[in-house]
C-alpha cells in the first residue's frame, strides 16, 4: 500500500512564502503525473500544478508567476514552492501521483493571513 506524506503547510502571513513536499511511502513506477490540487472552505477541489512525465508543467491561472512544481524521480517526490501568496491561497492542498493507479496524500493545511 503506498502512502503519500505530505508535508510544509502552515500559517503565514500574506507575502511570505512555503514549500510544500509530498513524499511517496516506497517506489512508484510508471508515474506519468504529478499535481498539487487545493481545496478551500466551500468550494470544489481544483488542480494548482502539475508535472508530466515529460517534465511539462502546467499551472492554474491564480498562481501562474508564483508557485512553481518540481520533482525528484530517484525519490517519488513532488514539491510545490509557493511565493507571494495571498490570502485566497488559503486551502487545504493535496498532492496526486499517478502511474498505474492514482494515489492522493491526506492534505496539508495552508492558512495566509492578511
Sequence with gaps: QVQLVESGGGLVQAGGSLRLSCAASRIIFGINFMGWYRQAPGKQRELVAAIGGGGSTNYADSVKG?????????????????????????????????????????????????
Design 66 to 114: 508564483r508557485f512553481t512544481i518540481s520533482r525528484d524521480n530517484a525519490k517519488n517526490t513532488v514539491y510545490l514552492q509557493m511565493n507571494s501568496l495571498k490570502p485566497e491561497d488559503t486551502a487545504v492542498y493535496y498532492c496526486k501521483l499517478v502511474g498505474i493507479q492514482a494515489y492522493w496524500g491526506q492534505g496539508t493545511r495552508v492558512t495566509v493571513s492578511s
